[in-house]
């Protein structure tokens, strides 16, 4: 199985900061690698798939890069309504894997 | 506008099959290049990938659990189904479906690109 190492597992930073979370990968994943965003209560919301392509209606503040085993997750200018936790997750092979979340904390 | 919604038992015993239905709209599982998957979360933890289900019937199980799972569909009813058998304590968790209209494939295996659509999750307790 591919593992997925994120970090860090607790960020907390200002609004307005740019935040930067890391997913690493066991392996090589070709950039197959997706970012979700998930709210307290509630279901995981797809941010970013295949790396670096933003999913319709999120935020342009939002943006993936990377490649082979290192895999980052930009917030630009962190805004109150992005508390959340964020996993990333591999599809280059089964099964599929995800991070164990990163919790980004407003300071 | 795609919308899922996961139903089951709330609680279950040790030893006995739980059995998960997800409800959806706004796609059909017949239709080239569709999936249900399923993935479940216990409180308070991550995310595990549990099985998924392709338009064309073909399937998917995370090996980790063995030859627990069953996941199938009944396209007519836009309906996907989970069973996973011989629940203990540590398949307690919140049990997502989630849409995928878009594919990774191999040469092999088709994996889902995204899972763009998510249902609102059921909460699945075993205890005796």
């Known amino acids: 199985d591919i593992q997925m190492t994120q970090s860090p597992s607790l960020l907390s930073a200002s609004v307005g900061d740019r935040v930067t979370l890391s997913c690493k990968a066991s392996?090589?994943?070709?950039?197959?690698l997706n970012w979700y965003q998930q709210k307290l209560g509630e279901a995981p919301k797809l941010l970013i798939y295949y790396t670096n392509s933003l999913q319709t209606g999120i935020p342009s503040r939002f943006s993936g890069s990377g490649s082979g085993t290192d895999y980052t997750l930009t917030i630009s200018s962190l805004q109150p309504e992005d508390v959340a936790t964020y996993f990333c997750?591999?599809?280059?092979?089964?099964?599929?894997?995800f991070g164990s979340g990163t919790k980004l904390e407003i300071k | 506008q795609v919308t899922l919604k996961e139903s089951g038992p709330g609680i279950l015993q040790p030893s006995h099959t739980l059995s998960l239905t997800c409800s959806f709209s706004?796609?059909?599982?017949?239709?080239?290049?569709?999936?249900v998957s399923w993935i479940r979360q216990p409180s308070g933890k991550g995310l595990e990938w549990l099985a998924s289900i392709w338009w064309n019937g073909n399937t998917y199980n995370n090996p980790s659990l063995k030859s627990r799972l069953t996941v199938s569909k009944d396209t007519s009813n836009n309906q996907a189904f989970l069973k996973v058998t011989s629940v203990d304590t540590a398949d307690t968790a919140t049990y997502y479906c989630?849409?995928?209209?878009?594919?990774?494939?191999?040469?092999?295996?088709?994996?889902?690109?995204?899972?763009?659509?998510w249902g609102q999750g059921v909460m699945v307790t075993v205890s005796s």
């Open positions: 706004g796609f059909s599982l017949s239709t080239y290049g569709m999936g």
């Open positions: 989630a849409h995928s209209d878009h594919y990774y494939y191999d040469g092999t295996y088709y994996y889902p690109y995204y899972f763009d659509y």
């Open positions: 997750q591999q599809y280059n092979s089964w099964p599929l894997t």
């Open positions: 392996q090589n994943i070709y950039k197959y």
